[in-house]
């Protein structure tokens, strides 16, 4: 039986170099190329049927072209690729739009080898893979305007976010910063995703250390002195 062929986009070169390692051990796959974005890939795409890969493992946030532009053009110019989306970026209220732009897969970076392996079967056998809990989000989303991940960390917070970002630094849970804007829990949530992302940081403790290095808020607010 053929080999299951895989291509790998990534502008982290140490990324793209363990996840080619892996692939290629396991002995079930064969790697064409790797890409550092989504213009690399396009390029390495257009070289003929041959670079054309079963299977397409992409990061969502990349300079240049990021995955998101990435898997819009393939729908296009290359549907038959299916895309798993292997992204530290992952985010529950995503995943929606991503199934929807064209994604058959979401994981996060650093799931064990022999899951990710797993997952490109299934998606080249299936055509889609998502767990359980990924497709309550989706039908949750589907029926709304799911919210396109931003991917620009250099991007302004808006005037909502900074409310919320304040909020949250305060200590107020998403309930709270809900009843207080006037805005639903699930929005509450979003607006928290994207201020992971806009920001670059991991969690609640980075966001107040954001919020007071960038003048929005005080110590004196923050009532832990």
Do not use: W
Request: net charge negative.
């Amino acid at each position: 039986m053929d080999k299951i062929s895989v291509a790998i986009t990534d502008d982290d070169q140490l990324v793209s170099g363990l996840l080619r390692s892996f692939i290629e051990q396991s002995g079930k796959y064969r790697v064409l190329f790797t890409a550092s974005d989504g213009h690399d890939l396009i390029a390495k795409l257009g070289e003929g049927p041959a670079a054309i890969p079963d299977v397409l493992l992409l990061d969502l946030r990349m300079k240049g072209m990021n995955g998101v532009e990435a898997i819009a053009h393939l729908k296009i110019h290359f549907p038959e690729i299916k895309i798993i989306v292997v992204s530290s970026y992952y985010q529950h209220s995503f995943i929606g739009f991503l199934f929807k732009t064209g994604a058959a897969a979401f994981v996060p970076k650093g799931v064990a080898p022999d899951y990710l392996e797993d997952v490109i079967a299934k998606v080249y056998r299936q055509g889609i893979f998502f767990t359980e809990e990924q497709l309550e989000n989706i039908r949750t989303q589907i029926s709304s305007r799911s919210p396109q991940p931003v991917l620009d960390k250099d991007a302004e917070l808006s005037r909502r976010e900074v409310e919320v970002l304040r909020l949250i630094c305060m200590q107020k849970t998403a309930k709270e910063i809900g009843e207080l804007l006037f805005i639903s829990t699930k929005t509450v949530e979003g607006h928290k995703n994207s201020l992971f992302l806009k920001t670059d940081v991991k969690n609640v403790v980075g966001l107040v250390i954001y919020a007071l290095q960038h003048n929005l808020i005080t110590l004196e607010e923050l009532n832990i002195l």
